[in-house]
């Protein structure tokens, strides 16, 4: 459990900011808790269900297993999700483990995870996944590589359980590779405008940033993988001039509103 969250220190935080009301707080602690829990994260994006003459933005099917690794495979036939499937551990605490995430290539070879777990349809995506950064009202956007697609003809012929190391820490910026600009193109500035307001205004939060995807084959149909609170910004270009921007806008926000 990252040390922010350790009942101890939340105490201590929330106690001095009661404490200490002129102090800005950039991010209220129980919303960025709820970015720990991955069931609870993507639902901002299922209740959006946006949808616009840009594209449509959601998240992949998914089934919650809390307990019971053997009644996995009827819940999975049951729930309707199609393999290969994605399994991510549930808290995602910060901790290595949190981020040991398998793919599962038949129904049987489920029973074989730990719970509990987030199933996920894998969602086939041409191996490159766009990072979208914000930081208030600012919105940038990277390429990285991602896991590559499996094909029908894979997918017949794989069976079992494969765990995958960190995907994020190993992945290269795709931000200047050759690749087919289908796949290759950024999603929709409009898009990723209404996506990231209402985000913010869902969650509650100016900090974050969102694991996004273009099903292959399609050109306007995007899914959210994955938010983290208070990526790491050293990753996104311009964060120095972005982050200071965002600091003093604060400042003038504060300034404006005790003068006012
Ligand atoms: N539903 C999905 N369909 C296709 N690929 C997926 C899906 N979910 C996850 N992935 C792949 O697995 C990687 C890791 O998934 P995710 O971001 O949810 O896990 P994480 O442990 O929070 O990772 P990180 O912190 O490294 O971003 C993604 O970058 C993507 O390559
Ligand atoms: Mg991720």
Same mark, same amino acid.
């Given at each position: 459990?990252?040390? %922010?969250?350790?009942?101890?220190? $939340?105490?201590?935080?929330?106690? +001095?900011?009661?404490?200490?009301?002129?102090?800005?707080?950039?991010?209220?602690p129980?919303?960025?808790q709820?970015?720990?829990? #991955?069931?609870?994260?993507?639902? *901002? &994006?299922?209740?959006?269900?946006?949808?616009?003459?840009y594209?449509?933005?959601?998240?992949?099917?998914?089934?919650?297993?809390?307990?019971?690794?053997?009644?996995?495979?009827?819940?999975?036939?049951?729930?309707? $999700?199609?393999?290969?499937?994605?399994?991510?551990?549930?808290?995602?605490?910060?901790s *290595?483990?949190?981020?040991?995430?398998?793919?599962?290539?038949?129904? +049987?070879?489920?029973?074989?995870?730990?719970?509990?777990? &987030?199933?996920?349809? %894998?969602?086939?995506?041409?191996?490159?996944?766009?990072?979208? +950064?914000? &930081?208030?009202?600012?919105?940038?956007?990277?390429?990285?590589?991602?896991?590559?697609?499996?094909?029908?003809?894979?997918?017949?012929?794989?069976?079992?359980?494969?765990?995958?190391?960190?995907?994020?820490?190993?992945?290269?910026?795709?931000?200047?590779?050759?690749?087919?600009?289908?796949? *290759?193109? $950024?999603?929709?500035?409009?898009?990723?405008?209404?996506? *990231?307001?209402? $985000?913010?205004?869902?969650?509650?939060? #100016?900090?974050?940033?969102?694991?996004?995807? #273009?099903?292959?084959?399609? #050109?306007?149909?995007?899914?959210v993988?994955?938010?983290n609170?208070?990526?790491?910004?050293?990753?996104?270009?311009?964060?120095?001039?972005? %982050?200071?921007?965002?600091?003093l806008?604060?400042?003038?926000?504060? +300034?404006?509103?005790?003068?006012?």
């Open positions: 459990m990252s040390s %922010f969250f350790c009942p101890l220190v $939340l105490r201590f935080v929330l106690d +001095y900011r009661q404490t200490h009301p002129e102090v800005t707080v950039l991010d209220p129980d919303a960025i709820h970015l720990h829990n #991955r069931q609870s994260m993507l639902q *901002a &994006v299922a209740d959006m269900n946006l949808s616009d003459s594209g449509k933005v959601g998240v992949p099917r998914q089934l919650v297993v809390k307990r019971d690794a053997s009644s996995i495979p009827d819940a999975v036939a049951n729930s309707g $999700l199609t393999l290969p499937i994605v399994a991510k551990p549930l808290v995602n605490d910060g *290595a483990k949190s981020h040991e995430l398998s793919l599962a290539f038949d129904r +049987y070879s489920l029973q074989k995870l730990e719970p509990p777990l &987030v199933l996920q349809e %894998f969602v086939n995506h041409g191996g490159v996944l766009f990072k979208v +950064y914000i &930081v208030g009202e600012a919105i940038k956007v990277v390429r990285r590589f991602s896991l590559p697609d499996v094909s029908k003809r894979e997918l017949s012929k794989t069976a079992g359980v494969y765990r995958f190391p960190r995907v994020s820490c190993a992945a290269a910026s795709a931000d200047d590779a050759d690749l087919d600009p289908g796949i *290759a193109e $950024l999603p929709p500035r409009p898009l990723l405008e209404r996506l *990231a307001k209402e $985000l913010r205004r869902r969650l509650g939060l #100016r900090l974050f940033n969102l694991d996004m995807i #273009r099903e292959h084959g399609t #050109r306007d149909r995007f899914y993988i994955d938010i609170y208070f990526p790491g910004y050293g990753k996104m270009p311009e964060y120095e001039h972005i %982050f200071t921007d965002f600091l806008s604060l400042v003038q926000a504060k +300034y404006k509103k005790r003068s006012g």
